[in-house]
C-alpha cells in the first residue's frame, strides 16, 4: 500500500474542501473496498480523507420517503425495523451481502461506490481497461465465470458487485451527493454508467463529490418484497445471480412490479422488460418466465459464464414465486 | 549491531528447556514505548486497546491489525489473509465486531477496542466462551480461534435469539479451515445459555 | 499395553494458551531488530526475466536491500534426489509458474518492505506457458511410495463374460490449493553458531537438513524451532522457497529476517494439490462381484520436478477383485510443484472410485451398500497380507443405520422436501497408515513430574496431550503431572508430521521410552534417585509389522439438497463411522476425522484453483473466490468411532485418523447428488453451473 497523507474532516465543507485541494484524493468511511484496493495497488491516493465524523448516520423515515444517510452502517440499515417491514428487500440485500464483520464496518456510501471484484480488474498484472483504458480487458477470453452478461461491451464485462445497489435500483432510489457546486440527487438508475468504450468511468459522480444519503421514496407494494441471492456457498460470497422484486398484487393479477438483477450485468439491472411483462399479468409462473426472458434478452455469455443467462431467469421466476406466494 | 543484542544459542536452548509448552521463543518487543523520532509520515495517536491507554507512532496506512500485532505486541489477533475475506483478524470496536485489517489504526482514536487479550478477566478466569470453546473442542490448529471468539462475543452483544441455524449463518464470517464448525456452534450455544 | 482401546476425552491442553491468544505462531514472533522480507513473485509463468526496475522501490524510506538474481547470494537450490524439490532462490532468470519468487525486499517496516515490493517493475520475455493437460508433456512414473507406478494383478485385460454389466468413466478433480488459515512464515538469523530458524512446519529436521544443503553448512550448525503450525495439510512438510530466501536475506543483511507469506502468495510457490484426470473402468457380473478394476491417472506436474497424485493406492487395495489395473502418468504444466494434501491420492482416487462403484450400482440394480459389502475384502486385496485391524464391515453397518440408510427410495429425483430435491449417497473410507521411526525422550524428577520430549509439531492433531496421554497411561501417574516438549530440533528426531503417522510413529516412541522408564522404576522399586530418571529411545518400526496391511477405513453417508432450478447443494446430514485401530483421545481424535469430512465436502462441492489458459496465472488467488467452507455450509455431522484393539499395526495399535475423513466424503456428497437429480457429475467442484445444463 501506498504511503498517503491522512485528513480527519469534520464538517462535510472541510471533507469535500480537503478532496477538492489535493488531485487524486478519495474518502474513506467503512473502508473495506478502499483500502482493500489500495492494498492490491489497484488505486493509490496520494491522500484519505476520514469523513466518520460526519453527522450523515441518520436512518430516517419522511413522510414519503426513507432517508438513509450514507455513513449509516450495512448492519445497522439491516437492522432499521421499519426499513425491515418497508423494504424487505433492502434489508435482505444487505444482510446478504459480505459477512457481519464487513456489515458493522461498511457504510451505504460506499457500499453504493464500490468497484468490481473482476479478477483482471484486481491483478494489475493483467490486462482491464477500467484500471489502465486501453489495456485491453483480460476477462474476456478469459477466467470470466462471475462475470457480466447484460450492459457488457467488447472493452468491459466487469460484474457490478453490490446486492443493495440491485434493490435500490428496483425501489428508483436516489442519491443525494454534494460538491463545490451544492447538493443535487442522483436517480439510482443514471448514477452508474454503462462501461461502454470508457469503463473507467463508473458513476455519475463529479470529482470530489460525496455521497451524503440514500433516499427511497416509498411506493405502496413495496412491503411485497424480496432479495433472491444465489451463490456457490451459503455465506460469505458474491452472488452468482440475484433478483431484487416487488410485486402489486390483487386479485391473482399483477398490477405493477419492480425488478432489478445483480451479479450479472455491469451495472444494478433494472428490468423495464419484466416490468411490462408482468404488468397486467395472472401472478403463477408462467407469467414470471416471460418475464424472465423478457429481462435476460439480448444477455450474452463469454464462455464460462453462459449459465448465468439461465440462473438469472430462473433466480427471477424464483423470487417472484415467493413475493406472490400465499 | 552490537554483541548485547546477539543472543547466543545457549540462550535460546536455556529459554527453551524453560517453556513447558510453547518451543523457545526470540526475545520479544513488549508493548513500545513511543518512538521519540518521528520518521516520515508518521502521526502520533492513542489507541484504547482492553482498557489500557496506548500511545504509538504509526504511518496512516498501517491497518488496526498491524498496529496491534506489531507496535502493540497483541499477537492474539490473527493475520490470515489481510484482505477481509477470513475474519481472523476480528476485534471488537465499542461492542461491535469487525476485521481490523481493512481498516487504519489511525481511524480508531477515541474507540474502545477489545482483542482476544482482553476477553478472559484480568484475574485470568475464562470467559464462558472460552471455557465452551475448550470443553468442546472448537479448535484444532487454534489459528482462527481468536477471529472466532472475539467474533461470537461481538455476536452474543448482538440481541439476537441464537439457534443453531442463526449462529452458523452469524459465524460464518470466520473461516476454520480444520473444519471445527459444528464444535464452535455448540460452544457459541454453550455460551449464550449460560450468560 | 495399558493403554487403553478409547482413550479419554481430554480437553487440549494447550486449549486455555489457544482460547486466550497467547499460543504463538510463528510470525507472532518478534525479534529485537529483526528486519521485514516481503517476496516479490513472477506475473507470467513461462519467461527470461529481462529487467528488474529497482528504482522506484530504493526511493521508499527503510529499504536495506533489493535481493534479485543479480546479486543475490549463490546457494545450492537443486533438488536433492527424486522427491525433492527444485527451489527458486534467485539464482537464475529463468521463470517456470506464476507468482515464482523473483526478488525479495528487505526494510525496516512490514509497510515499507509491501510497498517497494509493489513499486519493483520487472519485465519478461515470456513465452507461451504449458496450460493444457492433455497436449502437455508426459513424464512417466517409476514409483509410488517405493511401489509401481503402474500396476497389474490377474488378467485385466481378459474378454469379460457375457452377461457382466460396465461402467466407463472419466473423472476429474482441480488443482486445490491447501490454504490453512496461518500462511507461511519464517524467521531466520545468524549467528556465530549458525542459522537458527522459527519456521511454520510440518518436519523441523526436514527443514534443518534442507536448509543445510542451500547453504552448505553442517546439519548440526542449524537449529529449526517450530512453534505452533496454524494448519497445514501438507502444504509445510517440505520447506518451500521462502524459507530458505529469508536465511539468505538475514546473512545478506546481518540481522534477523521476518518472512511472512501472503494469501495471494499461498498460490504460488508452497504447493498444491496438482489436478487429475482419472479413467475408471468397472465390471461385475450380476449379482455385483467386481470382474475387473482399471484405474488410469494422470495428474499434473511441473516442468522441474515431478509429484505424483497417487489415485489408484485407493482402488489398488480396496475390493476382493482378481483382475486389477493401475497407471500414473505425469503431465509437466507451467505450474508450481504440486504436493501432498490430505489424502494424497486416496482422497481424490476415493472421488473417482468410489463414484464409478456407485454407477455401477445403479447399473445393476443393486444397493450401492450391498455393492460394497458384496466384494468386501478380508485380506488385503493387492498383496493378500492380513489386515492388522478390519472394521470396516462395523462401519458401514453403524453409519447406516444412524443415517437411516435402509429406509432410502433408490430411484433418482425421487424424494423432494418442499421445494428442494433430496439425495442420499455414501461411499467407502480407506486411507493407508503407516508408522516411521521416531526417537523419544522422558524423563521423570524427584518430584514425580514427568517431561516427554520428541521433536515433533503440533498443527492441529493434538500432540501436546495425546503422547502425554500415552506416557500418563504407561507410568501410571496422573495425566496433570506429565508435560510434553516439541518443536525444536534439539529435541529428539521426530519424523514428518504427515501422512496420518505422528500418533503411531511418536506414540510408540514415547510408550517404549515410557515403558522402559517404568522397567527402570521398577527395578529401583519405585524411587526416584535424587537427579531423576531418562530415558532416551530410538524407536525403529520392525520388518515384522510389514507382514500385516495397516489401513484406517471408514463408511461415509451424506444427504444433501438440491435446488432444481438454481443448482445450488447444501449438505443437509452427515454420518459417518470409521476404524482407525486404537484411539489415543476421543475428543481430538473425533475434530481429526469431521476435518477430513468438511474437506471431503469442501472438494465435491467449492474448492478450484482458476487459470488463465492463455497466461497461466491464477485468477482467484484469494479466500474470496477460492471457495472453502464457511459454518453455514457444513451440517452437524455425526461421527462414529469403532475402535478395535489393533495388536498388530505397531506397540500402540494406532491406525491414523488424520486423512481417513477426507477419502471418500466427497463422493459420498457427489452420490447424493446424482440421487437427488439424477445428474452424474465427473469433474468437481459440483457447482450450480453444472447441475443447471442437465436440469
Known sequence: ?????????????????????????????????????????????????????????????????????????????????????????????????????????????????????????????????????GSGCGAIGGENRRMAVLGTSEHCIATHASDLAVALAAFDARIEVVGTRGTREIPVGEFYRLPGSTPQMETRLAPGELITAVIVPALSYSRRSTYLKVRDRAEYEFALASAAVAVDVANGTIREARVALGGIATVPWRSPEAERALAGAPAERASFERAAEAALTGARGYGENDYKIVLAKRTLVRALEMVTAP | MSDSKDLSRRDFMAASSASAIAPAAPSTRDSVAPSPTRRGSEVDIVLDVNATEHRLWVEPRVTLLDALRDRLGLTGTKKGCDQGTCGACTVLVNGRRIDSCLTLAVMHEGDRITTIEGVARPDGTLHPLQRAFVERDGFQCGFCTPGQIVSALGLLGEGRTLDRETVRVQMSGNICRCGCYPHIVDAVLDAAGRT | MNVPVLGAARSRVEGPEKVTGRVRYTADYAPEDALHAVVVTSTAANARIAEIDERLALEVPSVVTILTHRNAPRVDARKQGPTSTLLFLLQNDVVQFDRQPVAVVIARTLEQAAEAADRIRVSYRAETPQTDLDAAPVAPVETIFGQPGTHARGNPDAPLPAGSVSVRQTYRTPTEHHNPMETHATIARWDSEGLTLWDSTQWAFGVR???????????????????????????????????????????????????????????????????????????AARDGALIVVKHVCQNETSIADEFVEPCGVFSRDLYAVPNYFMSHRLRRLNVSKPTYQRGPGESTGSFAMESAMDELAYALAIDPLELRLRNYSEVQPNNGKPYSGKCLRECYALAAERFGWSARNPAPRSTVRGRMLVGTGMATASRATHRSGSHARIRIDRAGEVTVAVGTIEQGTGSPTVFAQVAAEILGVPFERVRFLWGDTD????????????????????????????????????????????????????????????????????????????GTVRVTRFVGAFDGGRILNE??????????????????????????????????????????????????????????DDRHANPIGVRGIGEVGICGSGAAVANAVYHATGVRVRDLPITPEKLLAQA
Open chain 3, 491 to 566: 529435541l529428539p528426531q521426530a519424523p514428518l508430521a504427515a501422512g496420518s503417522q505422528t500418533a503411531a510413529s511418536v506414540g510408540s516412541a514415547v510408550a517404549a521410552a515410557a515403558q522402559a522408564l517404568r522397567r527402570s522404576l521398577d527395578e529401583l522399586g519405585g524411587s526416584i534417585p535424587n537427579d531423576g530418571l531418562e530415558i532416551v529411545h530410538a524407536e525403529e518400526p520392525p520388518e515384522s509389522e510389514e507382514a500385516y496391511a495397516t489401513q484406517a477405513f471408514g463408511a461415509h453417508f451424506a444427504e444433501v439438497e438440491v435446488d432444481p432450478d438454481l
Open chain 3, 209 to 283: 537438513e534442507r536448509m543445510a544443503q542451500v547453504f552448505g553448512i553442517d546439519p548440526s550448525r542449524v537449529r529449526v524451532i517450530a512453534p505452533y503450525v496454524g494448519g497445514a495439510f501438507g502444504s509445510k512438510g517440505t520447506p518451500w522457497s521462502h524459507v530458505a530466501l529469508a536465511a539468505m536475506a538475514s546473512k545478506v543483511t546481518n540481522r534477523p529476517v521476518k518472512l511472512v507469506v501472503t494469501r495471494p502468495q499461498m498460490f504460488g510457490f508452497v504447493g498444491h494439490r496438482p489436478k487429475t484426470e482419472q479413467r475408471v473402468e468397472l465390471a
Open chain 1, 1 to 133: 500500500m501506498n504511503d498517503f497523507t491522512f485528513v480527519k474532516a469534520q464538517t462535510t465543507t472541510g471533507a469535500i474542501t480537503a478532496v477538492a485541494r489535493e488531485w487524486g484524493a478519495r474518502y474513506v468511511a467503512g473502508g473495506t473496498n478502499i483500502l482493500d484496493l489500495m492494498k492490491d495497488a489497484v488505486e493509490a491516493p496520494p491522500m484519505l480523507v476520514d469523513i466518520n465524523a460526519l453527522p450523515l448516520r441518520e436512518i430516517e423515515w419522511q413522510q414519503d420517503r426513507f432517508v438513509v444517510g450514507a455513513l449509516a452502517r450495512m448492519s445497522d440499515v439491516a437492522g432499521d425495523p421499519q426499513l425491515r417491514g418497508a423494504f424487505p428487500a433492502i434489508a435482505i440485500a444487505l444482510d446478504e451481502s459480505a459477512s457481519p464483520q464487513l456489515r458493522n464496518m461498511a457504510s451505504i456510501g460506499g457500499n453504493v461506490l464500490q468497484r468490481t471484484r473482476c479478477a483482471y480488474f484486481r491483478d494489475p498484472a493483467t490486462p482491464c481497461n477500467k484500471r489502465d483504458p
Open chain 3, 587 to 644: 475428543k481430538t481424535a473425533r475434530s481429526q476425522l469431521l476435518g477430513g469430512v468438511v474437506w471431503g465436502i469442501s472438494m465435491a462441492l467449492f474448492e478450484q484453483t482458476r487459470y488463465d489458459r492463455r497466461t497461466a496465472r491464477i485468477m482467484n488467488a484469494n479466500l474470496s473466490e477460492y471457495l472453502v467452507p464457511t459454518n453455514a455450509d457444513v451440517p452437524n455431522a455425526e461421527l462414529l468411532l469403532v475402535s478395535d
